[in-house]
């Protein structure tokens, strides 16, 4: 008789299994940027248009999530903070999260073109390609240079909301843009600070592994200073106004004086407190970048009233 014992053994793939493989945590800071894109753009879609395009966005961003999940899986199954990830868990076969990826990629990108306009299904597509191969492919596993140049695939969202809604890249947009590429390295180095090890173990070079974390360190104070720049500039564009541009300041003060806590301590300090400003830092700059966005939107919401704006 047949031991059919390992097949009993074996369960199916839930509904939330797939729905983790797509990072909704991730997907979620896409979906509000690319809508905070969309939205203070100086042209307006129907609101059924727009849902449909924030929709699209966010099947793009879950397609770049599984395909990431379905080529890192061995590196995610060492690493702690990822290792519960439905592939590395045996939730979701490595096959599955890549047909999963790839399907809603050739969906995300040609139902945008066909929503919206080509110029902002291409941006989708190019999104998609640059996180799946330029860095998770590339990147993440041969240059400490990895999240600073991948960084651009977090921070194209925004830039495709505006396109979606304009059909042409502009100003405002490329700022978004910059706003979030220029935050995305001091925010995930000062959680690589404290998560170390995994990276380690896994062997991705990130910079506290080939280049030590007194080096990040300074890393991250001098990216915080160039990040400062873009922030404050948005405020003087068409979509800013007195109320970022009020936003921006405490909120950039505040995460200088982050990234110079950071930058003065060293590692007997941390290990003594268990990274506790490197802790609190990095969920800061998670707020930090909510709340530019959010008075960005706030300032688009005004404006008809005549209190947003310049």
Known sequence: MADTRSFDDMKEAGFGDFVQLLKPRVMSLVVFTALVGLLVAPVHLHPVV??????????GAGASGALNMWWDADID???????????????????????????????????????????????????????????????????????????????????????????????????????????????????ALFMNEDY???GVPMLTVTHGKKSTRKHII???????PFAIATAFTSIGGPIYLAVAVLLNAEFLRGAYRIWRRDEDQAAADKYKVEKSVFRFSLLYLFLHFGALLAEAALRPYGFGGW
Do not use: D
Not at 50 to 59: H, M
């Open 50 to 59: 727009g849902f449909a395009a924030i929709l699209f966005i966010a099947l």
């Open 77 to 191: 199954a060492i690493m702690r903070r990822t290792k519960s990830r439905p592939v590395p868990a045996g939730k979701v076969e490595a096959g599955e999260a890549l047909g999963v990826g790839l399907a809603l990629s050739g969906i995300s990108v040609v139902m945008l073109a066909l929503a919206t306009n080509i110029l902002a299904g291409a941006l989708l597509a190019f999104t998609i390609f640059f996180y799946a191969v330029v860095y998770s492919m590339w990147l993440k596993r041969s240059t400490p240079q990895n999240i600073v140049i991948g960084g651009a695939a977090g921070a194209f969202p925004p830039m495709i909301g505006w396109v979606a809604a304009t059909g042409h890249i502009s100003v405002e947009a490329c700022l978004m843009f910059m706003l979030i590429f220029m935050w995305t390295p001091p925010h995930f180095w000062a959680l």
């Open 200 to 202: 380690s173990q896994a």
């Open 222 to 228: 001098l990216y915080t200073i160039a990040l400062v």
